[in-house]
């Protein structure tokens, strides 16, 4: 138990956990089917380009995303691209794009990547989802298409920015790279705007490895997905269109399926984690957890919290400190707004102060299978012996000598 400051492991005192507790912390789900289903990869002899491993895995996301489409793919930032690219075509250089200033890089730089101009939105500040009134006013005539990012799995206020994409004749794209298995009241993600986007990162709530997926009922645009995966062959061999080499293979596909597999089951273990958090840092001043809208369903992957320090005594890099010392691997999700990236520098010339005061704020906890709810507790109270002291923390550190503190 940590009663006093000296406690802390930051300052000499015994870490929490002998081995670290982490956010993103793989979900495997059962080895030994992983490795039948690798022998079958390897018995097959067909590793990759559409194998049989993956059209079942993009049978079972289509099912969970309730969608008519899912065109895998080798990681939710080219999905991202391929979207923007087919918004792209026909289009004119500085052709604009909207994306929320809070997000992972992959959003605005998919936009970027494919010549567009990503124009940055802020977002509410209690649920850091685009702000579809901000997003209305950043319409221009050059604006050609809004994506949503479903932040830490909640849902975006889909039906306002879906009447604005269509007063304005925009596509609507919804980045849902944390968001399989949540929903939009009864409707999975996946099925909402033009076309969804998630990711099956290592790190993510069903892991490939490295993976993503374009989820769509659009005819259409499903097929031309498919194409531009695969260099632009059509289906009869010839190349129709622009294309990439955005394939998911064999081996990311047995472990997509495995991981999919444990998805029910890491859920209910989250969402009693995340409930088990929230009992345990009620009552901890400047210390808010993400309480999410109960209209809709969150998979509990990320476990955020914000941390005020004005209240609390220490801010949330020092707090960050203090966890990863006791062998708690907390991530400042995201520690930058999009406008305060170096590429962006020059791409918002309105301030955009509920991002960057959530960016300064915001700590995802660890969650997942690897996680109990022995963990949460002993997390919980690490965090709430940091604020007890918050301000002897603060001045410790500040007290030690100059590079000592890893700054
Ligand atoms: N849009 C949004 C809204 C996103 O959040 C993301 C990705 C994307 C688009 C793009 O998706 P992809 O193109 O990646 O499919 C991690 C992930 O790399 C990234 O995919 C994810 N979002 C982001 C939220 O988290 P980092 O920079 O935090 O990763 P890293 O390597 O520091 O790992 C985070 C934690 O996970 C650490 O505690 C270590 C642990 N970890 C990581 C890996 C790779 C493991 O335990 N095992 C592992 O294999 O970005």
């Not at 490795?35 to 079942?56: A, C, H, I, K, Q």
């Not at 099956?200 to 097929?223: C, M, Q, R």
Request: some cysteine; proline content about 5%; aromatic content about 6%.
């Amino acid at each position: 138990m940590k009663h006093g400051t000296h406690d802390l492991a930051l300052f000499g005192g015994p870490p929490a956990f002998l081995q670290n507790r982490r956010v993103g912390r793989p979900n495997q789900g059962d080895r030994r089917r992983f490795l039948e289903r690798m022998n079958r990869v390897l018995d097959n002899e067909w590793l990759s380009n559409m194998g049989p491993l993956t059209y079942e895995f993009e049978g079972r996301v289509a099912d969970l995303a309730g969608v008519r489409h899912c065109v895998s793919l080798c990681n939710a930032t080219v999905a991202l691209q391929m979207l923007v690219g087919d918004v792209a075509t026909g289009g004119v250089p500085g052709d604009e794009v909207i994306v929320p200033a809070l997000t992972f890089p992959a959003t605005a730089h998919a936009v970027r990547w494919r010549g567009l101009r990503p124009v940055i939105c802020d977002v509410d500040p209690v649920t850091g989802l685009i702000d579809p009134d901000r997003a209305e006013a950043l319409i221009t005539p050059r604006t050609r298409a809004i994506i949503g990012v479903h932040l830490w799995g909640q849902a975006c206020d889909v039906r306002r920015l879906e009447k604005i994409a269509e007063s304005n004749k925009l596509r609507l794209f919804f980045d849902a790279a944390p968001a399989l298995g949540c929903t939009h009241g009864d409707t999975p993600i996946g099925g909402l705007g033009d076309a969804e986007v998630f990711s099956f990162h290592a790190t993510k709530v069903v892991n490939t490895f490295e993976g993503g997926a374009i989820v769509t009922d659009d005819d259409a645009l499903a097929e031309r997905m498919r194409t531009a995966r695969n260099f632009g062959f059509g289906r009869d061999g010839r190349v129709e269109q622009l294309g990439t080499n955005g394939k998911l293979n064999e081996a990311a596909a047995a472990m997509g399926l495995t991981s999919l597999d444990a998805l029910g089951d890491n859920i209910a273990h989250n969402r009693a984690n995340y409930e088990a958090y929230l009992a345990a840092l009620a009552q901890i001043p400047g210390v808010r957890a993400l309480e999410y809208d109960a209209r809709h369903r969150n998979n509990h992957h990320y476990m955020m919290i914000t941390v005020e320090e004005r209240t609390a005594g220490l801010n949330r890099d020092l707090l960050l400190d203090v966890l990863r010392a006791e062998n708690i691997l907390a991530q400042p999700y995201f520690p930058q707004a999009m406008h305060q990236l170096k590429p962006y520098a020059d791409e918002s010339a309105v301030p955009l102060p509920h991002a960057e005061a959530l960016c300064g704020q915001l700590l995802a906890l660890p969650t997942g299978p690897g996680v109990s709810a022995a963990d949460v507790e002993v997390i919980s109270h690490v965090v709430r012996a940091a604020v007890a002291h918050g301000s002897e923390v603060a001045a410790l550190r500040r007290a030690e000598p100059a590079g000592t503190t890893g700054e």
